[in-house]
């Protein structure tokens, strides 16, 4: 897979059909602001994790129109020919904010800011919109499967039930930011350096004469990385002795005691702990015990409630397309425009659906740590010339119910989105993959595990600057005098 395909005609078609209106109203040229956010954490969870910006930077920096691309567009006899011609030597040349993957996220906060003329801004919305969504869902949902595994390793397993080449791809990037230790996707780590891994099938075993030979076989092909799938027939009255005898004939003559077994069906919990009595009385205590099959944070909490013996879990078609709430629902909305001599103007989107409403103007995020215990304590949101004084106390509230005031003290206050790109050039040093998942897990561990809890997690607080509030209110009360 080319990381440098051309995808810029990967976009709505009303992408290019506004664009077209812009060049022809003379609008093409006026700096708009656009915010990518979301409404809702999915699973109903306490906070969502933020990737794919990198391949947001990969897109913007390839954005480009073929020859070909103009051609067709000219073939659908909808745009002006001067618009054409201005398409062949589009690039994108704007500004570019976003928060860094990795990082816990909550709702209505802009995840990705964007200042460009209209048309690059309007046109990019799509691939944007595409690369967080997908990716943010994934990495939350293996972030919550990660921590229901309470410190045991679990491996993405998922790409020949995943939406496409790309949800496989990206999907198994996704889960390594969100912790997973690593993927059987070969490419993604070709691509992106997620560990790769692998062992065996059912058919390795049933290509053999016997179910032993087949685990003496691997072992001695495979002597440092023995782990043998144990189920095909009967997991305990065959599978785990033949492993077992493979073990002692193969491995333990040279002296190798790392190995494992994997068991891919039936009850997890009752197989897993006589797998475990089994082993240990054989002389196995240091035997691997991995375990698949449609597992879930659910699921692995209630087997593990049971007393299961796991060491590893092989998570696939449940996280890789985040099987239980499988949209993330990210949104790109305009937030202001410069008028002529670049003051900004703040916009906002009006709906009879409260949650749909936007929060106006040119913006800044910020975090709210805890001195004392590194502990994130709200978010807020201000207006782009605002700052935080975080030399005493200050009161914030819930904007899910106002009267719900809370003043937060000892306190520091943080930027959340850095400079990706400026008049078009990247000025971000994008971190390895590596780098990213150890963020990730050390920004997760700032979170209080109230907020990270599967069910009810408490409800974060993320407010608006008396500013900001006072001008969406005054844009409010303006828009209800046009109705």
């Given amino acids: 897979m080319d990381r440098n395909r051309n995808l810029t005609m990967l976009c709505d ?8 209106g812009y060049f022809l109203s003379g609008k093409k040229d006026t700096i708009s602001y656009f915010d990518v956010f979301f409404r809702t954490i999915p699973d ?41 011609n201005y398409l062949r030597d589009f690039r994108f040349t704007g500004d570019v904010w976003a928060i860094p993957e990795g990082t ?36 939350t949902k293996a972030n919550r499967i990660v921590r229901s595994a309470e410190g045991r390793v679990v491996l993405e397993f998922g790409s020949r039930r995943a939406q496409g080449a790309s949800g496989a791809i990206n999907g198994a990037r996704a889960c390594y930011i969100g912790g997973v230790h690593g993927t059987a996707c070969t490419i993604s780590d070709v691509l992106y350096g997620v560990p790769a891994g692998g062992t065996m099938a059912h058919s390795w075993v049933q290509m053999f004469d016997s179910q032993y030979e087949a685990f003496k076989r691997y072992c001695e092909i495979y002597p440092h990385n023995a782990t043998l799938l144990v189920d095909t027939y009967n997991t305990l009255k065959s599978g785990i002795p033949d492993a077992i005898r493979a073990f002692n004939e193969v491995l333990r003559p040279q002296g190798i005691t790392s190995c494992g077994i994997r068991i891919d069906s039936g009850d997890m919990a009752y197989l897993t702990r006589k797998a475990r009595e089994m082993l240990d009385e054989a002389g196995w205590p240091g035997c691997k015990i991995s375990v698949s099959n449609s597992m879930d944070e659910y699921i692995i909490k209630d087997i593990l409630a049971q007393g299961a013996q796991i060491d590893l879990f092989g998570v696939g078609e449940r996280m890789i397309t985040a099987k239980s709430d499988p949209v993330f ?129 408490h409800n974060y607080y993320v407010d608006l600057s008396q500013k900001l509030w006072d001008i969406k209110q005054e844009m409010l009360r303006d828009a209800g005098k046009q109705l």
């Fill in 44 to 84: 109903q969870g306490g906070f969502a994790i933020a990737a794919g910006l990198q391949e947001v930077v990969e897109y913007l920096q390839n954005l480009h129109f073929t020859e070909e691309d103009v051609a067709y567009l000219r073939s659908k006899n909808l745009f002006d020919e001067g618009f054409l």
């Fill in 104 to 139: 816990p996220i909550f709702p209505g906060e802009p995840i990705l800011t964007v200042r460009a003329p209209s048309i690059e801004a309007q046109f990019i919305e799509t691939y944007v919109l595409l690369a967080l969504n997908h990716q943010s869902l994934i990495a």
């Fill in 13 to 20: 078609f009303y992408e290019l059909t506004m664009a077209n």
């Fill in 329 to 457: 629902g990210g949104v790109y909305k305009v937030c202001a425009v410069e008028d002529e001599n670049g003051v900004i103007i703040p916009k906002i989107k009006v709906s009879e659906n409260v949650g749909k409403i936007t929060n106006p103007h040119y913006k800044k995020v910020w975090r709210f740590f805890g001195r004392d215990t590194g502990k994130a304590i709200a978010d807020y949101i201000s207006v782009y010339d605002e700052t935080v004084d975080d030399s005493g106390d200050f009161e914030i509230f819930d904007p899910e119910a106002t009267w719900k005031r809370k003043n937060v003290y000892n306190f520091e206050a943080k930027e959340l989105q850095v400079p990706i790109f400026r008049h078009g050039e990247l000025v971000y040093d994008l971190p390895d993959l590596q780098a990213i998942r150890a963020y990730c897990a050390q920004q997760v561990d700032t979170l209080w595990d109230e907020v990270k809890r599967f069910d009810n997690p």
